[in-house]
């Protein structure tokens, strides 16, 4: 069965509701189902977990006038920072950066990730940004590597996201999804644990992008971003645990992210920002979501998002989906810590404070 059947069959499975264990380990095989348990055991024992927690990034980023823009940030230790030594160092805090300096307004970032979530996690992580923020934006979730190491059912695990995202869609805020990174990358962990992995992850990852797509959000495809460069450059890609990114590969991360989150938001004052007709040179094109899915995995950077072909949005196999691969422009460089939403309520201030 291909990749973009596999997904289809995923996310289909997710909008019925159906999925579990018994599903997965039949899919995985009995042999398959045992070495994801190894795997899971080794893979903490190798990449242990040397940071007591992420920075600190909520806060208001950039000068400014006019309307703030509010970013709420979703998902697993990665969405948090983990790894990053200051608030303006996590793939939040750069894109809030970023977004501030394309836009000249203030942006305010409220995270509301957790190290070691599941997708299972992010309707409650929703519910307390909610909480803290009447009417973001524009949402930027992150999610999906704990779901293969913790072996949660991949249907399962694809429902839950389409929740939020159809939620927050529901209230009229943009959704931008980073997916699941493929796991086969990380050094540390052997052959054929690694082969298995990397399926895994390919796989969950182009479910994400076809459910996430269908409820009307856009995913960008994290897949091995950082792994062709690891060989050559691991203590300045990966942070200590040889895991979780660096300041600069957060910043890689972010660099990806930055230009699909501007064309979220409307916002095309500089590089390739803006939603546009795909180039056919450039390998981009419209497809059924499930075919682009598949390709969007083998290629990091990968932005797919909903479309339509003569005015129609569906197929006969499906969503219609334009597969984007943008020009990322340079993210302006990591700012000094910013003040955050803490110490701002202790001095009684609520203005924007601005990152110098």
Not at 124 to 138: G, S, T
Not at 145 to 156: E, F, G, L, P, S
Not at 244 to 254: I, L
Not at 303 to 318: H, K, Q, Y
Request: hydrophobic share 40%; net charge negative.
């Amino acid at each position: 069965m291909g990749r973009a059947r596999r997904a289809r069959k995923i996310a289909a499975t997710a909008a019925y509701g159906g999925g579990g264990l018994a599903a997965t380990a039949g899919a995985l095989g009995a042999l398959g189902y045992g070495l994801i348990k190894v795997e899971a055991k080794i893979a903490r024992r190798i990449v242990g977990q040397p940071f007591e927690g992420a920075p600190e990034d909520d806060a208001v980023y950039g000068y400014g006038v006019g309307e703030r823009t509010e970013i709420i940030v979703l998902g697993d230790s990665s969405a948090a920072g983990m790894g990053a030594e200051t608030g303006a160092q996590t793939v939040g805090g750069i894109i809030a950066t970023g977004l501030a300096a394309l836009t000249g307004r203030p942006v305010r970032l409220t995270n509301e990730a957790v190290i070691g979530a599941e997708s299972s996690d992010l309707e409650r992580q929703l519910a307390n940004a909610l909480d803290r923020v009447e009417r973001p934006h524009v949402a930027v979730i992150l999610i999906g590597a704990n779901d293969v190491t913790h072996r949660i059912d991949r249907a399962t695990a694809v429902r839950h996201l389409e929740l939020v995202v159809q939620r927050l869609r529901g209230m009229g805020v943009e959704v931008v999804v980073g997916t699941c990174p493929d796991l086969g990358t990380v050094e540390p962990i052997p052959i054929p644990l690694k082969h298995l992995l990397r399926r895994w992850s390919r796989d969950l990852a182009a479910a994400q992008t076809v459910a996430v797509v269908e409820a009307g959000g856009r995913t960008v495809s994290l897949g091995d971003l950082l792994g062709p460069e690891f060989s050559a450059a691991p203590k300045e890609l990966f942070s200590e645990d040889q895991f979780h990114p660096s300041p600069a590969g957060y910043a890689r991360v972010a660099a990806v992210l930055l230009p699909t989150v501007c064309a979220a938001l409307g916002v095309g004052t500089a590089g390739d920002t803006q939603d546009r007709r795909p180039e056919p040179d450039r390998g981009e094109t419209v497809e059924p979501v499930a075919v682009a899915a598949g390709h969007a995995v083998l290629d990091p950077g990968t932005e797919v998002s909903g479309t339509d072909l003569a005015g129609v949005d569906r197929g006969p196999r499906g969503r219609w989906a334009v597969l984007l691969r943008r020009r990322t422009s340079e993210v302006p460089p990591p700012a000094p810590a910013p003040e955050t939403a803490e110490s701002r309520e202790a001095d009684g201030e609520d203005a924007p404070n601005p990152v110098e």
